[in-house]
Nanobody, 121 residues
Framework: VQLVESGGGSVQAGGSLRLSCEVS??????MGWFRQSPGKEREGVAA????????YYADSVKGRFTISQENTKNTVYLQMNSLKPEDTAMYYC??????????????????WGQGTQVTVS
């Protein structure tokens, strides 16, 4: 199983970035994006239930971030708009057997990518 993130970088406040997570070897139904800043706990940002397309978002990113998938490429995206300095973090994608109300708990996810850095100044 391999999850490979890409698309991170540096951007000014108000700008946009799109993160990609290419999934191979896993057929997990739930894909999540998490972020972690130095000294802080890993935080659930968004999740997607792949079969039905249901999405879940942290309150801090609702209306600004969008999680989506492209099945032909087995890729999950995180479109991030109106970025703020507080969005600065390492972003990880992760896979879990299912999504539910506890989607933001990192313990539910059994596969993780290596992370991609997002810096907003």
């Amino acid at each position: 199983v391999q999850l490979v993130e890409s698309g991170g970088g540096s951007v000014q406040a108000g700008g946009s970035l799109r993160l990609s997570c290419e999934v191979s070897g896993a057929d997990n139904a739930c894909m999540g994006w998490f972020r972690q800043s130095p000294g802080k706990e890993r935080e659930g940002v968004a999740a997607l239930y792949r079969p039905g397309g249901s999405t879940y978002y942290a309150d801090s990113v609702k209306g600004r971030f969008t999680i989506s998938q492209e099945n032909t490429k087995n890729t999950v995206y995180l479109q991030m708009n109106s970025l703020k300095p507080e969005d600065t973090a390492m972003y990880y994608c992760a896979a879990a057997p299912s999504c539910n109300l506890n989607w933001s708990s990192p313990q539910r996810y059994n596969y993780w990518g290596q992370g991609t850095q997002v810096t907003v100044s």
